[in-house]
């Protein structure tokens, strides 16, 4: 089964600082898919940036990009520029292509924007 | 567009009551469905998924039961409620093909007293 680890529960930075959030995950499949979401104060689940494992090329959307390396099955997620509102729980999914489509959590960081 | 509707927001219920909770989905057929539980200050685990009508994988044992009436209608049930069963409670859809992103509903905070 596959497992999402993310290492940092709390994270805190300044207003316009740059700040990554760690997410490693364990799975034997070759071809996958991994996802960042935030989850605000509203609790609403929102997508952040989502990678595809066959891709070198990491994916980047606006002021989100993250560092991939599969090998080392690591995902993790830089935001730039931080902005109050980025302040929310964001957590690492991973999702396997083969079989039922379902995204595994992890635990989640909370990162706090402070001004 | 296609949007996802989940009631009720809140709900507050006795030990061993009866739950039902409705999510439905507009402007897509055939979704796959989601019901994933968050407890507080942690991770979403998924309860139940369906790839269509009637259709129901469960992921956990537990107290709770899962239904697909209608294409776009998924049911999460319990005929009595435990303490344990507290949660914020989040469905989600997929669309084939290429259905590798879920889009989740606002959510459903449930206290069981």
């Known amino acids: 089964a596959q497992t999402v680890t993310q290492s940092q529960p709390e994270m805190s930075v300044q207003e316009a600082e740059t700040v990554t959030l760690s997410c490693t995950y364990d799975?034997?499949?070759?071809?996958?898919?991994l996802f960042w979401y935030k989850q605000p104060p509203s609790r609403q689940m929102i997508l952040v940036i989502r990678?595809?494992?066959?891709?070198?090329q990491n994916a980047t959307e606006n002021r989100f990009s993250v560092n991939f390396q599969k090998a080392a099955k690591s995902f993790s997620l830089k935001i730039s520029d931080s902005q109050l509102g980025d302040t929310a729980m964001y957590f690492c999914?991973?999702?396997?292509?083969?079989?039922?489509?379902?995204?595994?959590f992890g635990q989640g960081t909370r990162l706090t924007i402070n001004p | 567009s296609q949007t996802i509707h989940q009631w009720p927001a809140t709900l507050v219920q006795p030990v061993g009551s009866p739950l039902s909770l409705e999510c439905t989905v507009e402007?897509?057929?055939?979704?796959?469905l989601y019901w994933y539980r968050q407890a507080a200050g942690r991770g979403l685990q998924l309860l139940f998924y369906?790839?269509?009508?009637?259709?129901i994988s469960s992921e956990v044992p537990q107290n709770l039961s899962a239904s697909r009436p209608q294409d776009r209608q998924f049911i999460l049930s319990s005929k009595k409620l435990l303490l344990s069963d507290s949660g914020f409670y989040l469905c989600?859809?997929?669309?084939?093909?290429?259905?590798?992103?879920?889009?989740f509903g606002a959510g459903s905070r449930l206290t069981v007293l």
């Open positions: 990678q595809e494992a066959y891709k070198q």
């Open positions: 799975t034997s499949e070759n071809n996958y898919y």
């Open positions: 369906s790839v269509g009508i009637g259709q």
């Open positions: 999914a991973f999702m396997q292509i083969q079989g039922a489509q379902k995204l595994v």
């Open positions: 989600a859809w997929s669309r084939l093909p290429g259905a590798n992103v879920l889009t």
């Open positions: 402007g897509t057929s055939n979704p796959n």
